[in-house]
């Protein structure tokens, strides 16, 4: 896995599996703090094509 800084809020993050890129992901936080977009997309072991769309959002007052 390999992690690179885009900007203060993006992260992409790659992954390879003997030498061949399996997934690539961008993790965006937003402008204000509160949410993180994480956007990954690449082929699983059937070598099918996936898109995955994460949000989480900021709970106000959690742990």
Known sequence: MA???VNPSVVEQTFRLKGE???R???TISA???QM???ATG???DG???RNV???????GGR
Do not use: C, Q
């Not at 994460?54 to 106000?60: I, P």
């Open 3 to 5: 992690l690179k800084l």
């Open 21 to 23: 890129v399996t997934v």
């Open 25 to 27: 992901a961008t993790r």
């Open 32 to 34: 204000d703090g509160n």
């Open 37 to 39: 977009t994480i956007i």
């Open 43 to 45: 082929t699983n072991p």
């Open 48 to 50: 099918k094509k996936f």
């Open 54 to 60: 994460l949000v989480y959002t900021r709970v106000k």
